[in-house]
């Protein structure tokens, strides 16, 4: 089954302690982007990735980072983590950006909180 | 800056009912994206619309997209509960000119409650 795999669901943490919520897809695709969710703002690019070893800021990158070593892999770090990234955080998928024509495929999310 | 609103925000009606969602958006784009997203869930793919004057129709949902306006619209015909869920749109914007950089900017969302 095609999907986008994102771990761990849900996460209860504390200010400081870095973390990592890793996202993994099936579908070859080369592209992948994490988003955050916030009630009233809907959802926000934190990252994306064009191919392997290819990533660049979306529109709210401050205090996350991420790597792309494989093509499936798309890992979002959290090194010092903060109250204010207290959110819902989408990985998604597809096939080389805007010039696919295809949707992107979402992940079930992760819920984070940090204390 | 790019921005993308929608409303209603949030829309509670009855079924058999028909009803509209707008969806402006504030740059030019060709491509919009309608996704749905029920409680504590991830975001399905409803529609993508790639051109002006651009429709699709999937059941008792149909969008459309009207470049020129920088409009779109998700029309729900007769509505039933199963509908129930909240509904994104979603500009898609080449990002910072870089080719093949899809950056989508989301609406806030409308909450659709669907009685019956």
């Known amino acids: 089954e095609a999907q986008v795999t994102q771990n761990p669901r849900y996460l209860i943490t504390v200010t400081g302690k870095k973390l990592t919520v890793t996202c993994s897809q099936n579908?070859?695709?080369?592209?992948m982007s994490w988003y955050r969710q916030d009630p009233g703002l809907g959802l926000r690019q934190i990252y994306y990735s064009m191919n392997v070893e290819v990533t660049d800021k979306g529109d709210v990158p401050e205090g996350y980072k991420v790597s792309r070593k494989e093509k499936r892999n798309f890992p979002l770090i959290l090194e010092s983590p903060s109250p204010n990234q207290t959110s819902l955080y989408f990985c998604?998928?597809?096939?080389f950006g805007r010039g696919s024509n295809q949707p992107q495929h979402f992940g079930d999310g992760t819920r984070l909180s940090i204390l | 800056e790019l921005k993308v609103e929608q409303n209603p925000l949030f829309l509670s009606m009855q079924e058999g009912k028909n009803y509209t969602i707008y969806c402006n958006y504030s740059?030019?784009?060709?491509?919009l994206y309608w996704y749905r997203q029920d409680p504590g869930k991830s975001l399905e793919s409803l529609f993508v619309?790639?051109?002006?004057?651009a429709v699709k129709q999937e059941g008792r949902l149909m969008a459309s997209l009207d470049t020129k306006a920088r409009l779109s619209t998700l029309h729900i015909t007769a509505a039933v509960h199963d509908l129930s869920a909240t509904y994104f749109c979603a500009v898609d914007i080449s990002f910072r000119g870089i080719q093949g950089a899809q950056k989508l900017v989301f609406g806030q969302g409308t909450r659709l409650t669907i009685n019956p």
């Open positions: 579908m070859n695709h080369e592209y």
């Open positions: 740059t030019t784009s060709d491509r």
């Open positions: 619309l790639l051109s002006n004057g």
């Open positions: 998604a998928s597809s096939f």
